[in-house]
Every structure is written in structure tokens, then in C-alpha cells.
């Protein structure tokens, strides 16, 4: 069971996963803009912000590869036509994953001041991710266990579910973070940074209840933990510590970029805040299509449509990469009321400015590496994505970090290290794709 790869249907899935993708980074951009503009000690709760939101998002990415692992199963059994050997799949691998998820969180709970500590946060800074954290860890398992229920929906070919669930959450994370940071007058007191981190908590209940929700009663995918385990659950645990590898290397380089920047002083911290969140907002906008290559593409290789998947690949660079040029022109254009949307310190603002045209330029090898990455996750090649970003961080962001330090960049040694890692992940990936698939490919 085959299906067309053409413009509608690759944006039928790449819009919606756009939009879904960028919950989470809209939870985090909304927080550091909102945070900024605190008219009391707004600087170093944008920092504290910074070093939280980095840490949280470290830990999604390490103990959230599950949902990748089960899309790549169930699109590649609807593609073969045994959708039902699956079904009892999901609840088992959510479960294990969630049990794992409540493991981390509770043991966190009571070393977080270390933890912080690693981060270079100190004095104000380090109270404020102290309070600031506290809230916001227990949304973390139901940011897991959403991911997965998307997962599940990516891989049966739907992105419009997990589009509206993200919406709603978005636009509840925005209008509760105005209301708690700010508080309103003689009806709720101005709760600042805690407020914030509230804010993104409810928000991401309401998600959690949404997908639950529509899970049930939109598919046939029952969330009842059933025994004996599925013959696929060796096969999603395989897949998933490799993208937990994977994962643990990708957050080196995030941390290292975290540390660095907080070491030059705080002002460098606020904008690498504000740069990286802006950064990987472009990279969830640039995901929709590697969505829909994660979606078709294991769709495809489960119908054993080779000529489908070469042209799938092509399609969805070339769409990410026009996306990619448009998000470049309007970061040139608008990169001055960008920044003042975050903070209205002169010195982050200059910090900021002098290194978004390397965020800016950078984009478009994002595109390449991000589309190929999702293609790939759909295809099950997961011990090659553990290689190659381990291989990227070790031996590209890391050497180039250090160099950097040496020659006296300062702060852009960390941007421009993150260049170089896009680069290795990219052409790795689009070598490793025509080196595989060409020879089976009619009409390459």
C-alpha cells in the first residue's frame, strides 16, 4: 500500500506538523519574552530562564525518542498492510517510557541546585532556576507522554490532531503567562518568573488531556497496557537507546553552549537565550517536513516503493529549503524588533545582534540536516543518526568550541561551532541516503 508523493500530500502532513512542532518552543519563547520584560530583576530571569528551559528541553529530547521510534513502526506497518500486529505496540512503549520519565523527575527533584551549578549559574541566577524549575519539572512527563500520542498519530499519516492540541496549549501557555507574570489588577498577584513556569505547567496538562482524548476516540489504537509484550517492543527499545545515545550527544553540545555563554557573564547568557530559542523555533518551523518524510517515508519503505522514497526525498528538501530562504529574509528585515520582543537590555541587545547573522545564515544547512534526520527516524536508521551526531559533536562542535576559545572568539566561537555540527550531521546524512537507496531506485 503505496501512496502519492506530490505537493499536496507532502504538505497535507508538513503544514500541521509546522504548527505542532513548535509547541514546545513557542512554551519557550513566549517565557523568555514575557520574562525579559519583568520590570523587576527581568535580566537575571531571563537567564534563568535560558539555563532552565535548555536543561528541560535536554531532558525531553533524551527520554522522548520514543515517540520517533514507535512512528517509524507504525508507518511502516500501514505501509505493508498490518496495521493490527501493531496496536497494543504504543500503550506498552508509553508506559515503560513514562515509569522512566517519573524516575528522572523525582530524582532530580532533590539535587537541583547541583544541577545548576553545573550550568555556572550562581547567587540570584541560581535561585531563580531553583524556583523556576520546580514548577516547571512536573510538566515533563506529560510533555512525554504528548510527544508519544503524537508519535502514534505521525506514524498512522496524521498531523492535524496534534496541530489543533498544540494550538490550544500555545495559546493558553501565552495568554496564562501575561496574566501570572504580570498579575492583574486586584485579582491575581504578579507571580514573575513562578509565574511563567506555571503558566507553561497548565498548559501542558491541557495538552496531555487533549491527545489522551482524541487518541481514544479518533483511532483504533487502544491505550490498555495488554500482556504478552508485542514482538516490535525489542525493536522500539533498540531504537530508542540509540536515539537516547544520540540524544545525550546533542544535549553535550547544547549544554557546552550553555555553560560558555554563562561563563562570559550575563549578558551573553540572555542572548544566547534569545538566539537559541529563536533557533530551534526555525528548526521545529523547518521539522514540518521532516515530518512528512518521517511520516511517508516509512510508509513508503514498508510498501517497498523505492522510486517513491527518492522522490519524497527530494521534494522535501526542496520545500524546507524554501521555507528555510523566507525565514532567513524576514531574520534580516525584522532582527532589531525581534530582539526588543525579549528584552530591552541595551547590552543583551548588542550581544545578541552581533551574532543572529550567523543564526540567520546557518538556516538553510539546518534544513538539510533537520528534513534528512526525519526521514531517516521514519526509515528506522537510527544506529547511523547515533553516529553521526555523536561524531558531530565530538569530533566537529567540541574541537571547534575549543579552538574558538583559544583564538579568543568569544562568543562566537559557540555559533560558529554550531555551524560546523549542522554541516557534519547534513552532508553525513545525504551521503549515507544516496549511498542506500540509489542502487534500488528505477528512475533516480
Given at each position: 500500500?503505496?501512496?502519492?508523493?506530490?505537493?499536496?500530500?507532502?504538505?497535507?502532513?508538513?503544514?500541521?506538523?509546522?504548527?505542532?512542532?513548535?509547541?514546545?518552543?513557542?512554551?519557550?519563547?513566549?517565557?523568555?519574552?514575557?520574562?525579559?520584560?519583568?520590570?523587576?530583576?527581568?535580566?537575571?530571569?531571563?537567564?534563568?530562564?535560558?539555563?532552565?528551559?535548555?536543561?528541560?528541553?535536554?531532558?525531553?529530547?533524551?527520554?522522548?525518542?520514543?515517540?520517533?521510534?514507535?512512528?517509524?513502526?507504525?508507518?511502516?506497518?500501514?505501509?505493508?498492510?498490518?496495521?493490527?500486529?501493531?496496536?497494543?505496540?504504543?500503550?506498552?512503549?508509553?508506559?515503560?517510557?513514562i515509569m522512566l520519565s517519573v524516575v528522572v523527575l523525582l530524582s532530580t527533584v532533590f539535587i537541583i541546585e547541583p544541577i545548576f551549578e553545573l550550568f555556572n549559574a550562581?547567587?540570584?541566577?541560581?535561585?531563580?532556576?531553583?524556583s523556576y524549575y520546580s514548577i516547571r519539572v512536573w510538566g515533563f512527563p506529560l510533555t512525554l507522554f504528548t510527544f508519544a500520542i503524537f508519535g502514534i498519530f505521525r506514524?498512522?499519516?496524521?498531523?492535524?490532531?496534534?496541530?489543533?492540541?498544540?494550538?490550544?496549549?500555545?495559546?493558553?501557555?501565552?495568554?496564562?503567562?501575561?496574566?501570572?507574570?504580570?498579575?492583574?489588577?486586584?485579582?491575581?498577584?504578579?507571580?514573575?518568573?513562578?509565574?511563567?513556569?506555571?503558566?507553561?505547567?497548565?498548559?501542558?496538562?491541557?495538552?496531555?488531556?487533549?491527545?489522551?482524548?482524541?487518541?481514544?476516540?479518533?483511532?483504533?489504537?487502544?491505550?490498555?497496557?495488554?500482556?504478552?509484550?508485542?514482538?516490535?517492543?525489542?525493536?522500539?527499545?533498540?531504537?530508542?537507546?540509540?536515539?537516547?545515545?544520540?540524544?545525550?550527544?546533542?544535549?553535550?553540545?547544547?549544554?557546552?553552549?550553555?555553560?560558555?555563554?554563562?561563563?562570559?557573564?550575563?549578558?551573553?547568557?540572555?542572548?544566547?537565550?534569545?538566539?537559541?530559542?529563536?533557533?530551534?523555533?526555525?528548526?521545529?518551523?523547518?521539522?514540518?517536513?521532516?515530518?512528512?518524510?518521517?511520516?511517508?517515508?516509512?510508509?513508503?519503505?514498508?510498501?517497498?516503493?523505492?522510486?517513491?522514497?527518492?522522490?519524497?526525498?527530494?521534494?522535501?528538501?526542496?520545500?524546507?529549503?524554501?521555507?528555510?530562504?523566507?525565514?532567513?529574509?524576514?531574520?534580516?528585515?525584522?532582527?532589531?524588533?525581534?530582539?526588543?520582543?525579549?528584552?530591552?537590555?541595551?547590552?543583551?541587545?548588542?550581544?545578541?545582534?552581533?551574532?543572529?547573522?550567523?543564526?540567520?545564515?546557518?538556516?538553510?544547512?539546518?534544513?538539510?540536516?533537520?528534513?534528512?534526520?526525519?526521514?531517516?527516524?521514519?526509515?528506522?536508521?537510527?544506529?547511523?543518526?547515533?553516529?553521526?551526531?555523536?561524531?558531530?559533536?565530538?569530533?566537529?562542535?567540541?574541537?571547534?568550541?575549543?579552538?574558538?576559545?583559544?583564538?579568543?572568539?568569544?562568543?562566537?566561537?559557540?555559533?560558529?561551532?554550531?555551524?560546523?555540527?549542522?554541516?557534519?550531521?547534513?552532508?553525513?546524512?545525504?551521503?549515507?541516503?544516496?549511498?542506500?537507496?540509489?542502487?534500488?531506485?528505477?528512475?533516480?
Amino acid at each position: 500500500m503505496s501512496t502519492p508523493v506530490n505537493f499536496k500530500s507532502i504538505n497535507r502532513l508538513a503544514i500541521p506538523a509546522t504548527i505542532s512542532g513548535i509547541a514546545e518552543p513557542v512554551l519557550n519563547i513566549t517565557d523568555t519574552a514575557v520574562v525579559g520584560n519583568i520590570p523587576v530583576d527581568g535580566l537575571e530571569s531571563l537567564a534563568a530562564a535560558g539555563i532552565v528551559g535548555s536543561f528541560l528541553s535536554m531532558l525531553i529530547w533524551v527520554l522522548g525518542q520514543t515517540r520517533s521510534s514507535i512512528s517509524a513502526i507504525i508507518s511502516q506497518y500501514l505501509g505493508a498492510g498490518r496495521l493490527e500486529e501493531v496496536k497494543n505496540l504504543p500503550a506498552q512503549a508509553i508506559f515503560f517510557n513514562i515509569m522512566l520519565s517519573v524516575v528522572v523527575l523525582l530524582s532530580t527533584v532533590f539535587i537541583i541546585e547541583p544541577i545548576f551549578e553545573l550550568f555556572n549559574a550562581s547567587g540570584k541566577i541560581l535561585d531563580y532556576c531553583i524556583s523556576y524549575y520546580s514548577i516547571r519539572v512536573w510538566g515533563f512527563p506529560l510533555t512525554l507522554f504528548t510527544f508519544a500520542i503524537f508519535g502514534i498519530f505521525r506514524g498512522l499519516q496524521n498531523t492535524y490532531y496534534p496541530m489543533i492540541i498544540a494550538i490550544i496549549g500555545a495559546l493558553l501557555n501565552i495568554v496564562l503567562d501575561f496574566i501570572l507574570v504580570y498579575g492583574v489588577e486586584g485579582w491575581v498577584p504578579a507571580l514573575y518568573l513562578e509565574g511563567a513556569a506555571w503558566a507553561s505547567l497548565i498548559a501542558q496538562a491541557v495538552m496531555a488531556l487533549m491527545a489522551f482524548v482524541l487518541l481514544l476516540k479518533k483511532t483504533e489504537i487502544s491505550m490498555k497496557l495488554t500482556f504478552p509484550l508485542n514482538k516490535e517492543i525489542k525493536r522500539v527499545v533498540f531504537m530508542s537507546l540509540n536515539l537516547f545515545v544520540r540524544a545525550l550527544a546533542l544535549n553535550a553540545a547544547l549544554i557546552l553552549a550553555v555553560r560558555e555563554a554563562t561563563a562570559l557573564g550575563d549578558a551573553y547568557i540572555g542572548a544566547h537565550t534569545i538566539a537559541i530559542n529563536l533557533w530551534l523555533f526555525a528548526a521545529f518551523f523547518i521539522d514540518g517536513f521532516a515530518a512528512a518524510g518521517n511520516s511517508m517515508g516509512g510508509k513508503l519503505l514498508g510498501a517497498g516503493d523505492y522510486d517513491g522514497l527518492w522522490n519524497l526525498a527530494k521534494k522535501v528538501v526542496s520545500y524546507g529549503m524554501v521555507v528555510s530562504v523566507v525565514l532567513m529574509v524576514f531574520g534580516f528585515l525584522f532582527y532589531r524588533p525581534i530582539g526588543h520582543l525579549f528584552s530591552n537590555e541595551t547590552v543583551v541587545l548588542q550581544t545578541f545582534y552581533g551574532i543572529f547573522y550567523i543564526v540567520i545564515l546557518g538556516l538553510p544547512m539546518n534544513t538539510l540536516a533537520f528534513v534528512f534526520d526525519g526521514l531517516f527516524k521514519g526509515l528506522g536508521e537510527m544506529k547511523y543518526l547515533r553516529n553521526v551526531l555523536m561524531s558531530a559533536t565530538f569530533l566537529g562542535f567540541v574541537p571547534t568550541l575549543c579552538l574558538g576559545k583559544f583564538m579568543g572568539w568569544g562568543f562566537y566561537a559557540i555559533w560558529i561551532a554550531f555551524v560546523v555540527w549542522m554541516m557534519i550531521r547534513g552532508f553525513s546524512l545525504v551521503w549515507k541516503f544516496r549511498r542506500k537507496f540509489r542502487p534500488y531506485v528505477q528512475n533516480p
